[in-house]
């Protein structure tokens, strides 16, 4: 890829819904450059579009969705096009996501450190337990936990809002992610 391509070049999406009522479209015509490095807000009141083209970069659109038109390009590659053995090496892997609501994006039933290795084992084929613990630790304290060993051995319930929502944000950038979206 040239120095000066974009990232993620996104042309003419349209994204809609498909309902009772009809097609709705919630994302019209959206164009979106992103450089290497290069932070970008979407800005919009609420019902605009914003998760709708979020979950149609990262793939994750509900069954109901449907893309009418345009590319997204990431890396050279044209993801709406792109086979499944393709997008999986880049979706999750390659461009992650940083949820917005800490309690429905961790998993209650497990403690932090088993969550994030369960990550860490597929994504990034870590199986050795003493070598994913070094690598949650690390991501934890990155993110501003001061006392990750404590974090790691309790389940989300049993976090403050701040450690949840700290602990699901280091979520993001355990693939080492090329691309956050949030
Ligand atoms: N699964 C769905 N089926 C039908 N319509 C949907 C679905 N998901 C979202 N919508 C509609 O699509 C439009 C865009 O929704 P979207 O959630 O992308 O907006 P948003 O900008 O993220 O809003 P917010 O700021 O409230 O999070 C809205 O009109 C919403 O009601
Ligand atoms: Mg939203």
Same mark, same amino acid.
């Given at each position: 890829? /040239?120095?000066?391509?974009?990232?993620?070049?996104? /042309?003419?999406?349209?994204? !809609?819904?498909?309902?009772?009522? =009809? &097609?709705?479209?919630?994302?019209?015509?959206? @164009?979106?450059?992103? *450089?290497?490095?290069?932070?970008?807000?979407?800005?919009?009141?609420?019902?605009?579009?914003?998760?709708? +083209?979020?979950?149609? &970069?990262?793939?994750?659109?509900?069954?109901?969705? &449907?893309?009418?038109? =345009?590319?997204?390009?990431?890396?050279?590659?044209?993801?709406?096009?792109? #086979?499944?053995?393709?997008?999986?090496?880049? +979706?999750?892997?390659?461009?992650?996501?940083v949820? $917005?609501?800490?309690?429905?994006?961790?998993?209650?039933?497990?403690?932090?450190? @088993? $969550?994030?290795c369960e990550?860490? *084992?597929?994504?990034? !084929?870590?199986?050795?337990?003493?070598?994913?613990?070094?690598?949650? /630790? @690390?991501?934890?304290?990155?993110t501003?936990?001061? #006392?990750?060993?404590?974090?790691?051995?309790?389940?989300?319930?049993?976090?403050?809002?701040?450690?949840?929502?700290?602990?699901?944000?280091?979520? =993001?950038?355990?693939?080492?992610? $090329?691309?956050?979206?949030?």
């Open positions: 890829m /040239e120095g000066n391509e974009p990232l993620l070049n996104i /042309e003419s999406l349209t994204v !809609g819904y498909l309902t009772e009522e =009809g &097609i709705l479209k919630a994302v019209k015509d959206v @164009d979106l450059y992103v *450089k290497s490095s290069e932070g970008v807000c979407v800005v919009g009141e609420s019902g605009s579009g914003k998760t709708t +083209l979020a979950n149609a &970069i990262l793939g994750i659109l509900p069954p109901n969705a &449907i893309v009418l038109g =345009g590319s997204i390009v990431f890396g050279g590659i044209d993801l709406l096009r792109a #086979d499944h053995r393709l997008r999986a090496s880049i +979706l999750g892997i390659k461009i992650s996501l949820p $917005q609501n800490p309690s429905s994006s961790l998993n209650p039933i497990l403690r932090i450190e @088993d $969550q994030f990550i860490l *084992k597929h994504r990034r !084929g870590v199986r050795d337990k003493r070598q994913c613990r070094e690598i949650v /630790e @690390d991501l934890l304290r990155k501003g936990i001061r #006392d990750p060993d404590r974090v790691m051995r309790q389940y989300p319930h049993q976090l403050s809002w701040w450690y949840e929502a700290e602990s699901s944000n280091s979520n =993001g950038p355990i693939n080492f992610p $090329q691309a956050y979206s949030c």
